[in-house]
């Protein structure tokens, strides 16, 4: 994403030590790593497990270690109709459409999504008085991309696999008690919604609906 | 002092660790050579 659309604030901050949240692990043999992302309780709740960049293709496989005591995987990426907005297995497309009551099967060719957000978040686990303890990620991508999502209950982890045709890889990770405080500190790095002008809340003619201009 | 960003480099590769405010933790990864893919 071109800095001059969004300008991210990468000043790091000199409270805390990066090693309590990011252990890097590097094969002495094969120079592969592997990055562990990890909370205030000293949880893991993202593992980095490999990535590939090509020309037009770009893939992150990934693992969100959601609470396995009440598994509900991770929710987020697109806006849709659902009683249940965590994710089952399936491969979820993020391209969107002015779509009526948009709704996903998991399944290829995935539905047009009204609006998509390469963000997620899930329950992780609580700490140990009990406190609620909540992950979010954010993917700052925007070329058209599908999430493939496996979740497996017994171990509350959630294997994450990203396609996407380019981009290069930019991810952030939040932490926080409940979803208000992911959105927060999510809003933190992608900005917050512009104060509408007043002159915009006068009368506005919108063509939805018409047929013709008879 | 503390360590609040951190950097891994290879030929074709660098990837920058960040520990910015919140507690938000960002990866970023650049590569100095795109493999050709094809």
Request: hydrophobic share 40%; proline share 4%.
């Amino acid at each position: 994403m071109p800095t001059a659309i969004i300008d991210v604030d990468r000043t790091p901050f000199e409270g805390k030590a990066l090693s309590d949240f990011v252990v890097i692990n590097k094969d002495a043999k094969t120079g592969a790593v592997t990055v562990s992302v990890l909370d205030t309780n000293q949880n893991v709740i993202y593992s980095l497990n490999g990535f590939q960049l090509m020309q037009d293709f770009n893939h992150i496989d990934a693992t969100v270690h959601a609470d396995n005591g009440n598994f509900k995987g991770i929710m987020g990426i697109f806006e849709q109709v659902a009683s249940d907005l965590f994710l089952k297995d399936g491969i979820y497309s993020l391209w969107a459409r002015d779509e009526a009551d948009p709704a996903q099967t998991g399944k290829l060719p995935s539905s047009n999504m009204y609006g998509t957000h390469p963000m997620f978040m899930a329950r992780g686990k609580d700490g140990a008085d009990g406190t609620q303890a909540w992950i979010g990620g954010f993917y700052n991508l925007a070329n058209a991309q599908d999430w493939r999502v496996m979740n497996d209950a017994s171990s509350g982890e959630v294997n994450l696999k990203t396609y996407s045709a380019g981009g290069l890889g930019d991810l952030f990770f939040f932490t926080g008690v409940d979803p208000n405080e992911i959105v927060t500190k999510y809003h933190t790095i992608v900005g917050t919604p512009v104060l509408t002008p007043q002159w915009a809340l006068g009368w506005n003619q919108c063509r939805w609906g018409y047929n013709s201009t008879a | 002092m503390l360590l609040t960003s951190a950097t891994e480099a290879s030929a074709d590769l660098t990837m920058d660790f960040t520990l910015l405010e919140n507690s938000i933790v960002n990866i970023k990864w650049t590569y100095t050579k795109i493999p050709e893919g094809r």
